[in-house]
């Protein structure tokens, strides 16, 4: 009888412990996480700019013009990244396993409908969870070694990765399959950008210590690209 009672306990420390996160951002980064949200406008799903265009288009740009964004541009910047696009929960960026490892922030300075701050990007939701408020983008300008088009952006996107949620299938071989998935993520940020009339580009030096300390990222979360975006 005591075998048999313990099956059940048993089932679910391993269901729960292998089930992969959705990435919906339920995890609290800290003890004084904001639990604000704000709905953005569904994404426009065609536009007037064709693939072939936006790839001979694609290019790096850190100068932009002092403009705010749009929270319309932000919702379809961030639905570009890791937005849900089929009722199987699918999402825009492929995913090893359909694991879903990326974790998407937004640090905003200057955007209409969205006060300056922190935010973190619930796909399956689509919407932002305020993680804190108050321009961030000098303190994230320092721990991107001083690239000054990262504090000179209305707003910048940032790409973390849970690697757990990947290695716990596929083991060490795991970590590869992340960056993959960031760097398929970053170009649909590059190519949605041109539909936009909108700039970007692609930061892989930075102190990660300190970018997880601006943006409160929880201890399994590492910071892996900063883009930051704006009009051209």
Same mark, same amino acid.
């Given at each position: !009888?005591?075998?048999?009672?313990?099956?059940?306990?048993?089932?679910?420390?391993?269901?729960?412990?292998?089930?992969?996160?959705?990435?919906?951002?339920?995890?609290?980064?800290?003890?004084?996480?904001?639990?604000?949200?704000?709905?953005?406008?569904?994404?426009?799903?065609?536009?007037?700019?064709?693939?072939?265009?936006?790839?001979?288009?694609? !290019?790096?740009?850190?100068?932009?013009?002092?403009?705010?964004?749009?929270?319309?541009?932000?919702?379809?910047?961030?639905?570009?990244?890791?937005?849900?696009?089929?009722?199987?929960?699918?999402?825009?960026?492929?995913?090893?396993?359909?694991?879903?490892?990326?974790?998407?922030?937004?640090?905003?300075?200057?955007?209409?409908?969205?006060?300056?701050?922190?935010?973190?990007?619930?796909?399956?939701?689509?919407?932002?969870?305020?993680?804190?408020?108050?321009?961030?983008?000098?303190?994230?300008?320092?721990?991107?070694?001083?690239?000054?088009?990262?504090?000179?952006?209305?707003?910048?996107?940032?790409?973390?990765?849970?690697?757990?949620?990947?290695?716990?299938?596929?083991?060490?071989?795991?970590?590869?399959?992340?960056?993959?998935?960031?760097?398929?993520?970053?170009?649909?940020?590059?190519?949605?950008?041109?539909?936009?009339?909108?700039?970007?580009?692609?930061?892989?030096?930075?102190?990660?210590?300190?970018?997880?300390?601006?943006?409160?990222?929880?201890?399994?979360?590492?910071?892996?690209?900063?883009?930051?975006?704006?009009?051209?």
């Amino acid at each position: !009888m005591n075998n048999i009672s313990v099956l059940p306990l048993i089932f679910f420390v391993v269901f729960f412990t292998i089930l992969p996160s959705t990435g919906d951002g339920q995890k609290p980064n800290s003890d004084s996480e904001s639990t604000k949200t704000i709905k953005m406008p569904s994404p426009a799903k065609k536009s007037d700019l064709s693939i072939e265009e936006a790839l001979l288009k694609r !290019m790096s740009i850190r100068k932009y013009k002092d403009k705010p964004l749009t929270l319309t541009e932000i919702s379809q910047l961030l639905w570009s990244a890791q937005g849900i696009t089929n009722q199987r929960g699918f999402r825009t960026a492929p995913s090893a396993g359909a694991l879903y490892p990326l974790e998407i922030y937004v640090v905003v300075n200057k955007t209409e409908g969205l006060s300056a701050g922190i935010y973190k990007y619930i796909p399956v939701q689509h919407e932002l969870k305020e993680i804190e408020s108050g321009d961030k983008l000098t303190e994230l300008t320092d721990g991107a070694l001083m690239q000054t088009w990262v504090e000179n952006s209305p707003a910048v996107i940032v790409i973390a990765a849970v690697y757990e949620r990947t290695t716990v299938k596929y083991g060490n071989r795991g970590i590869r399959y992340v960056h993959m998935e960031v760097g398929s993520a970053a170009q649909n940020i590059y190519l949605q950008a041109l539909s936009l009339n909108i700039g970007t580009t692609f930061i892989g030096a930075f102190d990660d210590e300190e970018v997880k300390d601006v943006l409160k990222l929880a201890d399994d979360e590492h910071p892996l690209a900063i883009m930051p975006i704006g009009k051209i």
